[in-house]
Nanobody, 121 residues
Framework: QVQLVESGGGLVQTGGSLRLSCAAR????????MGWYRQAPGKQREMVAT???????NYADSMKGRFTISRDNAGNTVDLQMNSLKPEDTAVYYC???????????????WGQGTQVTVSS
C-alpha cells in the first residue's frame, strides 16, 4: 500500500505565501515523477507543477515565477512553495506520484487526499 500525505494548506491573503508538503509512505521501490495538481470548484483538475527524479521541472504557465517545486528523493517528499498568491489560486491541491512498488512492478499514479488553499482578496 502507498499513501501520499499532504500538509500545509490554509487561508492566506492576496500576495501571501504558502508551502505545501507531501510525503509518500508505504511499500515503495522507486518514484519517478512527482507533482502537484489543483481543482477549483466547477473546474477540471489541472497540473500545477511536476518534477522528475533528476530534478527536471515543468510548470503551468500561470504559476511560472510564483511557484517552486522541489523534492527529496531519499525521503520521498515533494514540496510546493507558492508566492504572490492570487484569489484565482484558490483550489484543492493534490499531490501526485508515479510509484513503482517493486523492481518487477509497473509504475502507477497515486494521489493524495487533497489540501485546501484559499486566497482572500
Amino acid at each position: 500500500q502507498v499513501q501520499l500525505v499532504e500538509s500545509g494548506g490554509g487561508l492566506v491573503q492576496t500576495g501571501g505565501s504558502l508551502r505545501l508538503s507531501c510525503a509518500a509512505r508505504g511499500s515503495i521501490f522507486w518514484i519517478n515523477i512527482m507533482g502537484w495538481y489543483r481543482q477549483a470548484p466547477g473546474k477540471q483538475r489541472e497540473m500545477v507543477a511536476t518534477i522528475t527524479r533528476n530534478g527536471n521541472t515543468n510548470y503551468a504557465d500561470s504559476m511560472k515565477g510564483r511557484f517552486t517545486i522541489s523534492r527529496d528523493n531519499a525521503g520521498n517528499t515533494v514540496d510546493l512553495q507558492m508566492n504572490s498568491l492570487k484569489p484565482e489560486d484558490t483550489a484543492v491541491y493534490y499531490c501526485n506520484a508515479e510509484v513503482q512498488r517493486t523492481v518487477l512492478s509497473e509504475p502507477r499514479p497515486y494521489w493524495g487526499q487533497g489540501t485546501q488553499v484559499t486566497v482572500s482578496s
